[in-house]
């Protein structure tokens, strides 16, 4: 136990979890946004932007973060000298914040999508049947239980948001959990054990409620079919 | 298209939405009209940035080396996290107390983990204490910490598949004579096994992905090899775009091979065969276990 002790007095650990809470929610928030625009563009009428829509999608969520990192900081940042901060430890931040945002927009599209697709086609029969119009349709009947229908999926791709703010170490955010952890196992390598228990339960602790407010959540408002 | 959304369009809807098509279109070329321009610009289109970036010599030296690289790693990081997933989901589901509960919590922690802290640490423990009985540390930790992370989510797999089976399938069991064990054995496991066959091939595609994380503990994968490739030639964004075709397309076939086995296992299991998505523990794990996380 005083191991546990003299590590967390020793280094900011804390402080290195609070990084990895920023980096995720600012991340979420684009990803959000983002998804967002993406699944209307796929469940829109519109050729061209399902089109756009699918194409985005399918060949985000199939390049690693890590690439996707990498290339920020390398091609974004070093090459073309896109600046989004003067500051030199923001500016990393802040790419990184991009690409977890970028990465996850795709799952938060997919899993609005499949929140759209749990809602059964009689209930937008029906919502025609008693003659409302398609816009009135979407937004009285339709939408809210997809949104319903989604807490979950998107409690899943929260979840991994919040272990991939990890590889923000690609995009040199040096004051993230796994660079700390790097560092501190270099410096006391006979504390591994501790050191590795110590940030591992970190995660455990701030995914389970995330987990069990997700699930608690989508039980609570799904539609009882 | 999703049908719920949308009636079949009359004359005049069809026509906004062509006059929209078109707008539609046009805002999208004109966005990569405008990325493409700026590249240019910035003398990001350059011939000489391009070649360098794929002559056959960078596939001989360095892409094709990395993509061995990271295939070598999915490859043993899959069928390790396939019997990791298939001993633990069956963990869970037995009937022996203690079982089940050191199940669950290895499979939730191992979950809940990062895969990158894994890697981290594992390149630690085997590059210091382990020396001598691990030769290549790095690829051994991309390797456990495939394994450790996936395998659990595949644990979860064969749960929430022997879960999705219709319940007459135990009860005919059972009610032939069968123990719940035989019953679990030779009636629920192998649909369940199958109908989870897509989700698994989709899981690859996680694992291909992660083990992009290599990179950042030194593992010499496509990634790498791009970076390394780059640093010669002043290009990365030449060559990390030629890494993430390559990630794309191995990934995209792998995705095309699950929807298709998806397809085609159907009718061989009372289970729901589905592919995946692709991202953390599946949809399908959600819904069936819904009081644990």
Redesign the interface.
Known sequence: MTEFLEILRQYDVLGAFWVNLQLTFWGALLAFVVGTVLAVMR?S??????W?GTTYV??V???????IM??LV??VW????VVLSQDFARNFFLLAVVGLGVYHAA?VC?AI??G??T???G??EAA?AIGLP?LAA?RIV?LPQAFRGAV??L???L??LL??S??A??ASVSTE??TA??TM??FR?DY?WE??LT??VG??VL??PI??A??WL??RLAVKR | MSTVLFDAPGPRSRRYMQAGNVVGAVVVLGILAWVLWTLHGKGQLDAGLWRAATNPRSWQYYYLPGLQNTLRAAAFATVGAVVFGVIFGMGRLSPVRVVRWFSSVIVEFFRAVPVLLMMVFLNVLFGVSLKDVVPESAFAAVVVALVLYNGSVIAELVRSGVGNLPRGQKEAGLSIGLTAGQTLRSVELPQALIAMLPAVVSQLVVVLKDSALGQLIGYQETLRSAQILASGGGNPLQTLFVAAVLFVILNVALSWVAHRLARRLSSRTSGKAEAGPGIGPSLAVTRAAPAEV
Do not use: H
């Open positions: 469940i009428p519109l050729a061209s932007l399902r756009a399918d060949l969520r199939n390049i690693p973060l890590t690439v990498v290339f390398l091609a070093g090459q073309l000298g799952f997919e999508r499949s759209v697709n809602v059964p086609v209930q937008a025609r398609f979407a339709v979950a999926p409690g899943n791709t979840i991994a272990k991939n990890t590889v170490a690609a959990t796994s952890m790097k196992l270099e390598p591994r050191i590795f940030f591992a995660f455990v995914v389970i987990g069990l997700t699930t989508s039980s």
